[in-house]
């Protein structure tokens, strides 16, 4: 590995920003050699005081989103709704309160139920005539 370049300048001036290094693989791994693991760029917070005169923001969530569909059609199943951070905390402001981007839920559809087929016996038909020839009888015609 190169060693590190230098950090570059911050985003910011005031109210937090982010400055980066980086470095690069000088010989990568060839047959049963070991891969280079370590990271090839740092990040890194900057200038994180307030910017003077500058009004405190508020971290903002949006609004949370439609749900979707729920994964069963009948029976018991799940949905989900997503929201996402419009704004983070700027100029000392309160960050965002912990909290989940996804929210799932149960879905209960309409019952699982099938029209059940029951065996049915027709009635039973007319008594036939049997038949004797020698010793063999034979009703039915069968």
Same mark, same amino acid.
Not at 12 to 19: H, P, V
Not at 116 to 142: F, K, L, N, Y
């Given at each position: 590995?190169?060693d590190?370049?230098?950090w570059?300048?911050?985003s910011?001036?005031? =109210? $937090?920003? +982010? @400055?980066s290094? @980086? ?5 990568? *791994?060839k ?8 990271n090839?760029?740092?990040l ?6 307030? &910017?003077?005169?500058?009004v ?5 969530? =949006?609004d949370?989103a439609d ?6 059609t &009948? $029976?018991?199943?799940?949905?989900? @709704?997503?929201? =996402? ?8 402001g309160?960050?965002?309160e912990? $909290?989940?981007?996804?929210?799932m839920a149960? &879905? ?5 139920? +099938?029209r *059940?087929?029951?065996?049915?016996? *027709? ?9 004797? @020839?020698? *010793? ?7």
């Open positions: 590995m190169s590190w370049s230098g570059s300048p911050c910011k001036t005031c =109210s $937090g920003g +982010s @400055r290094r @980086r470095r690069d693989i000088k010989v990568h *791994a047959g049963h050699g070991r891969q280079c693991e370590s090839l760029q740092e890194d917070a900057c200038n994180e005081k307030p &910017c003077t005169g500058a405190p923001l508020d971290c903002k969530w =949006s949370w749900w979707s569909e729920c994964t069963t &009948c $029976g018991l199943g799940q949905h989900r @709704r997503h929201r =996402s951070i419009v704004m983070e905390a700027q100029n000392g309160r960050a965002c912990d $909290g989940s981007s996804i929210e149960s &879905c209960e559809m309409q019952s699982c139920t +099938s *059940a087929e029951v065996c049915e016996w *027709a009635t039973w038909g007319s008594w036939t005539d049997c038949q004797r @020839r020698g *010793a063999t009888v034979t009703c039915g015609g069968g």
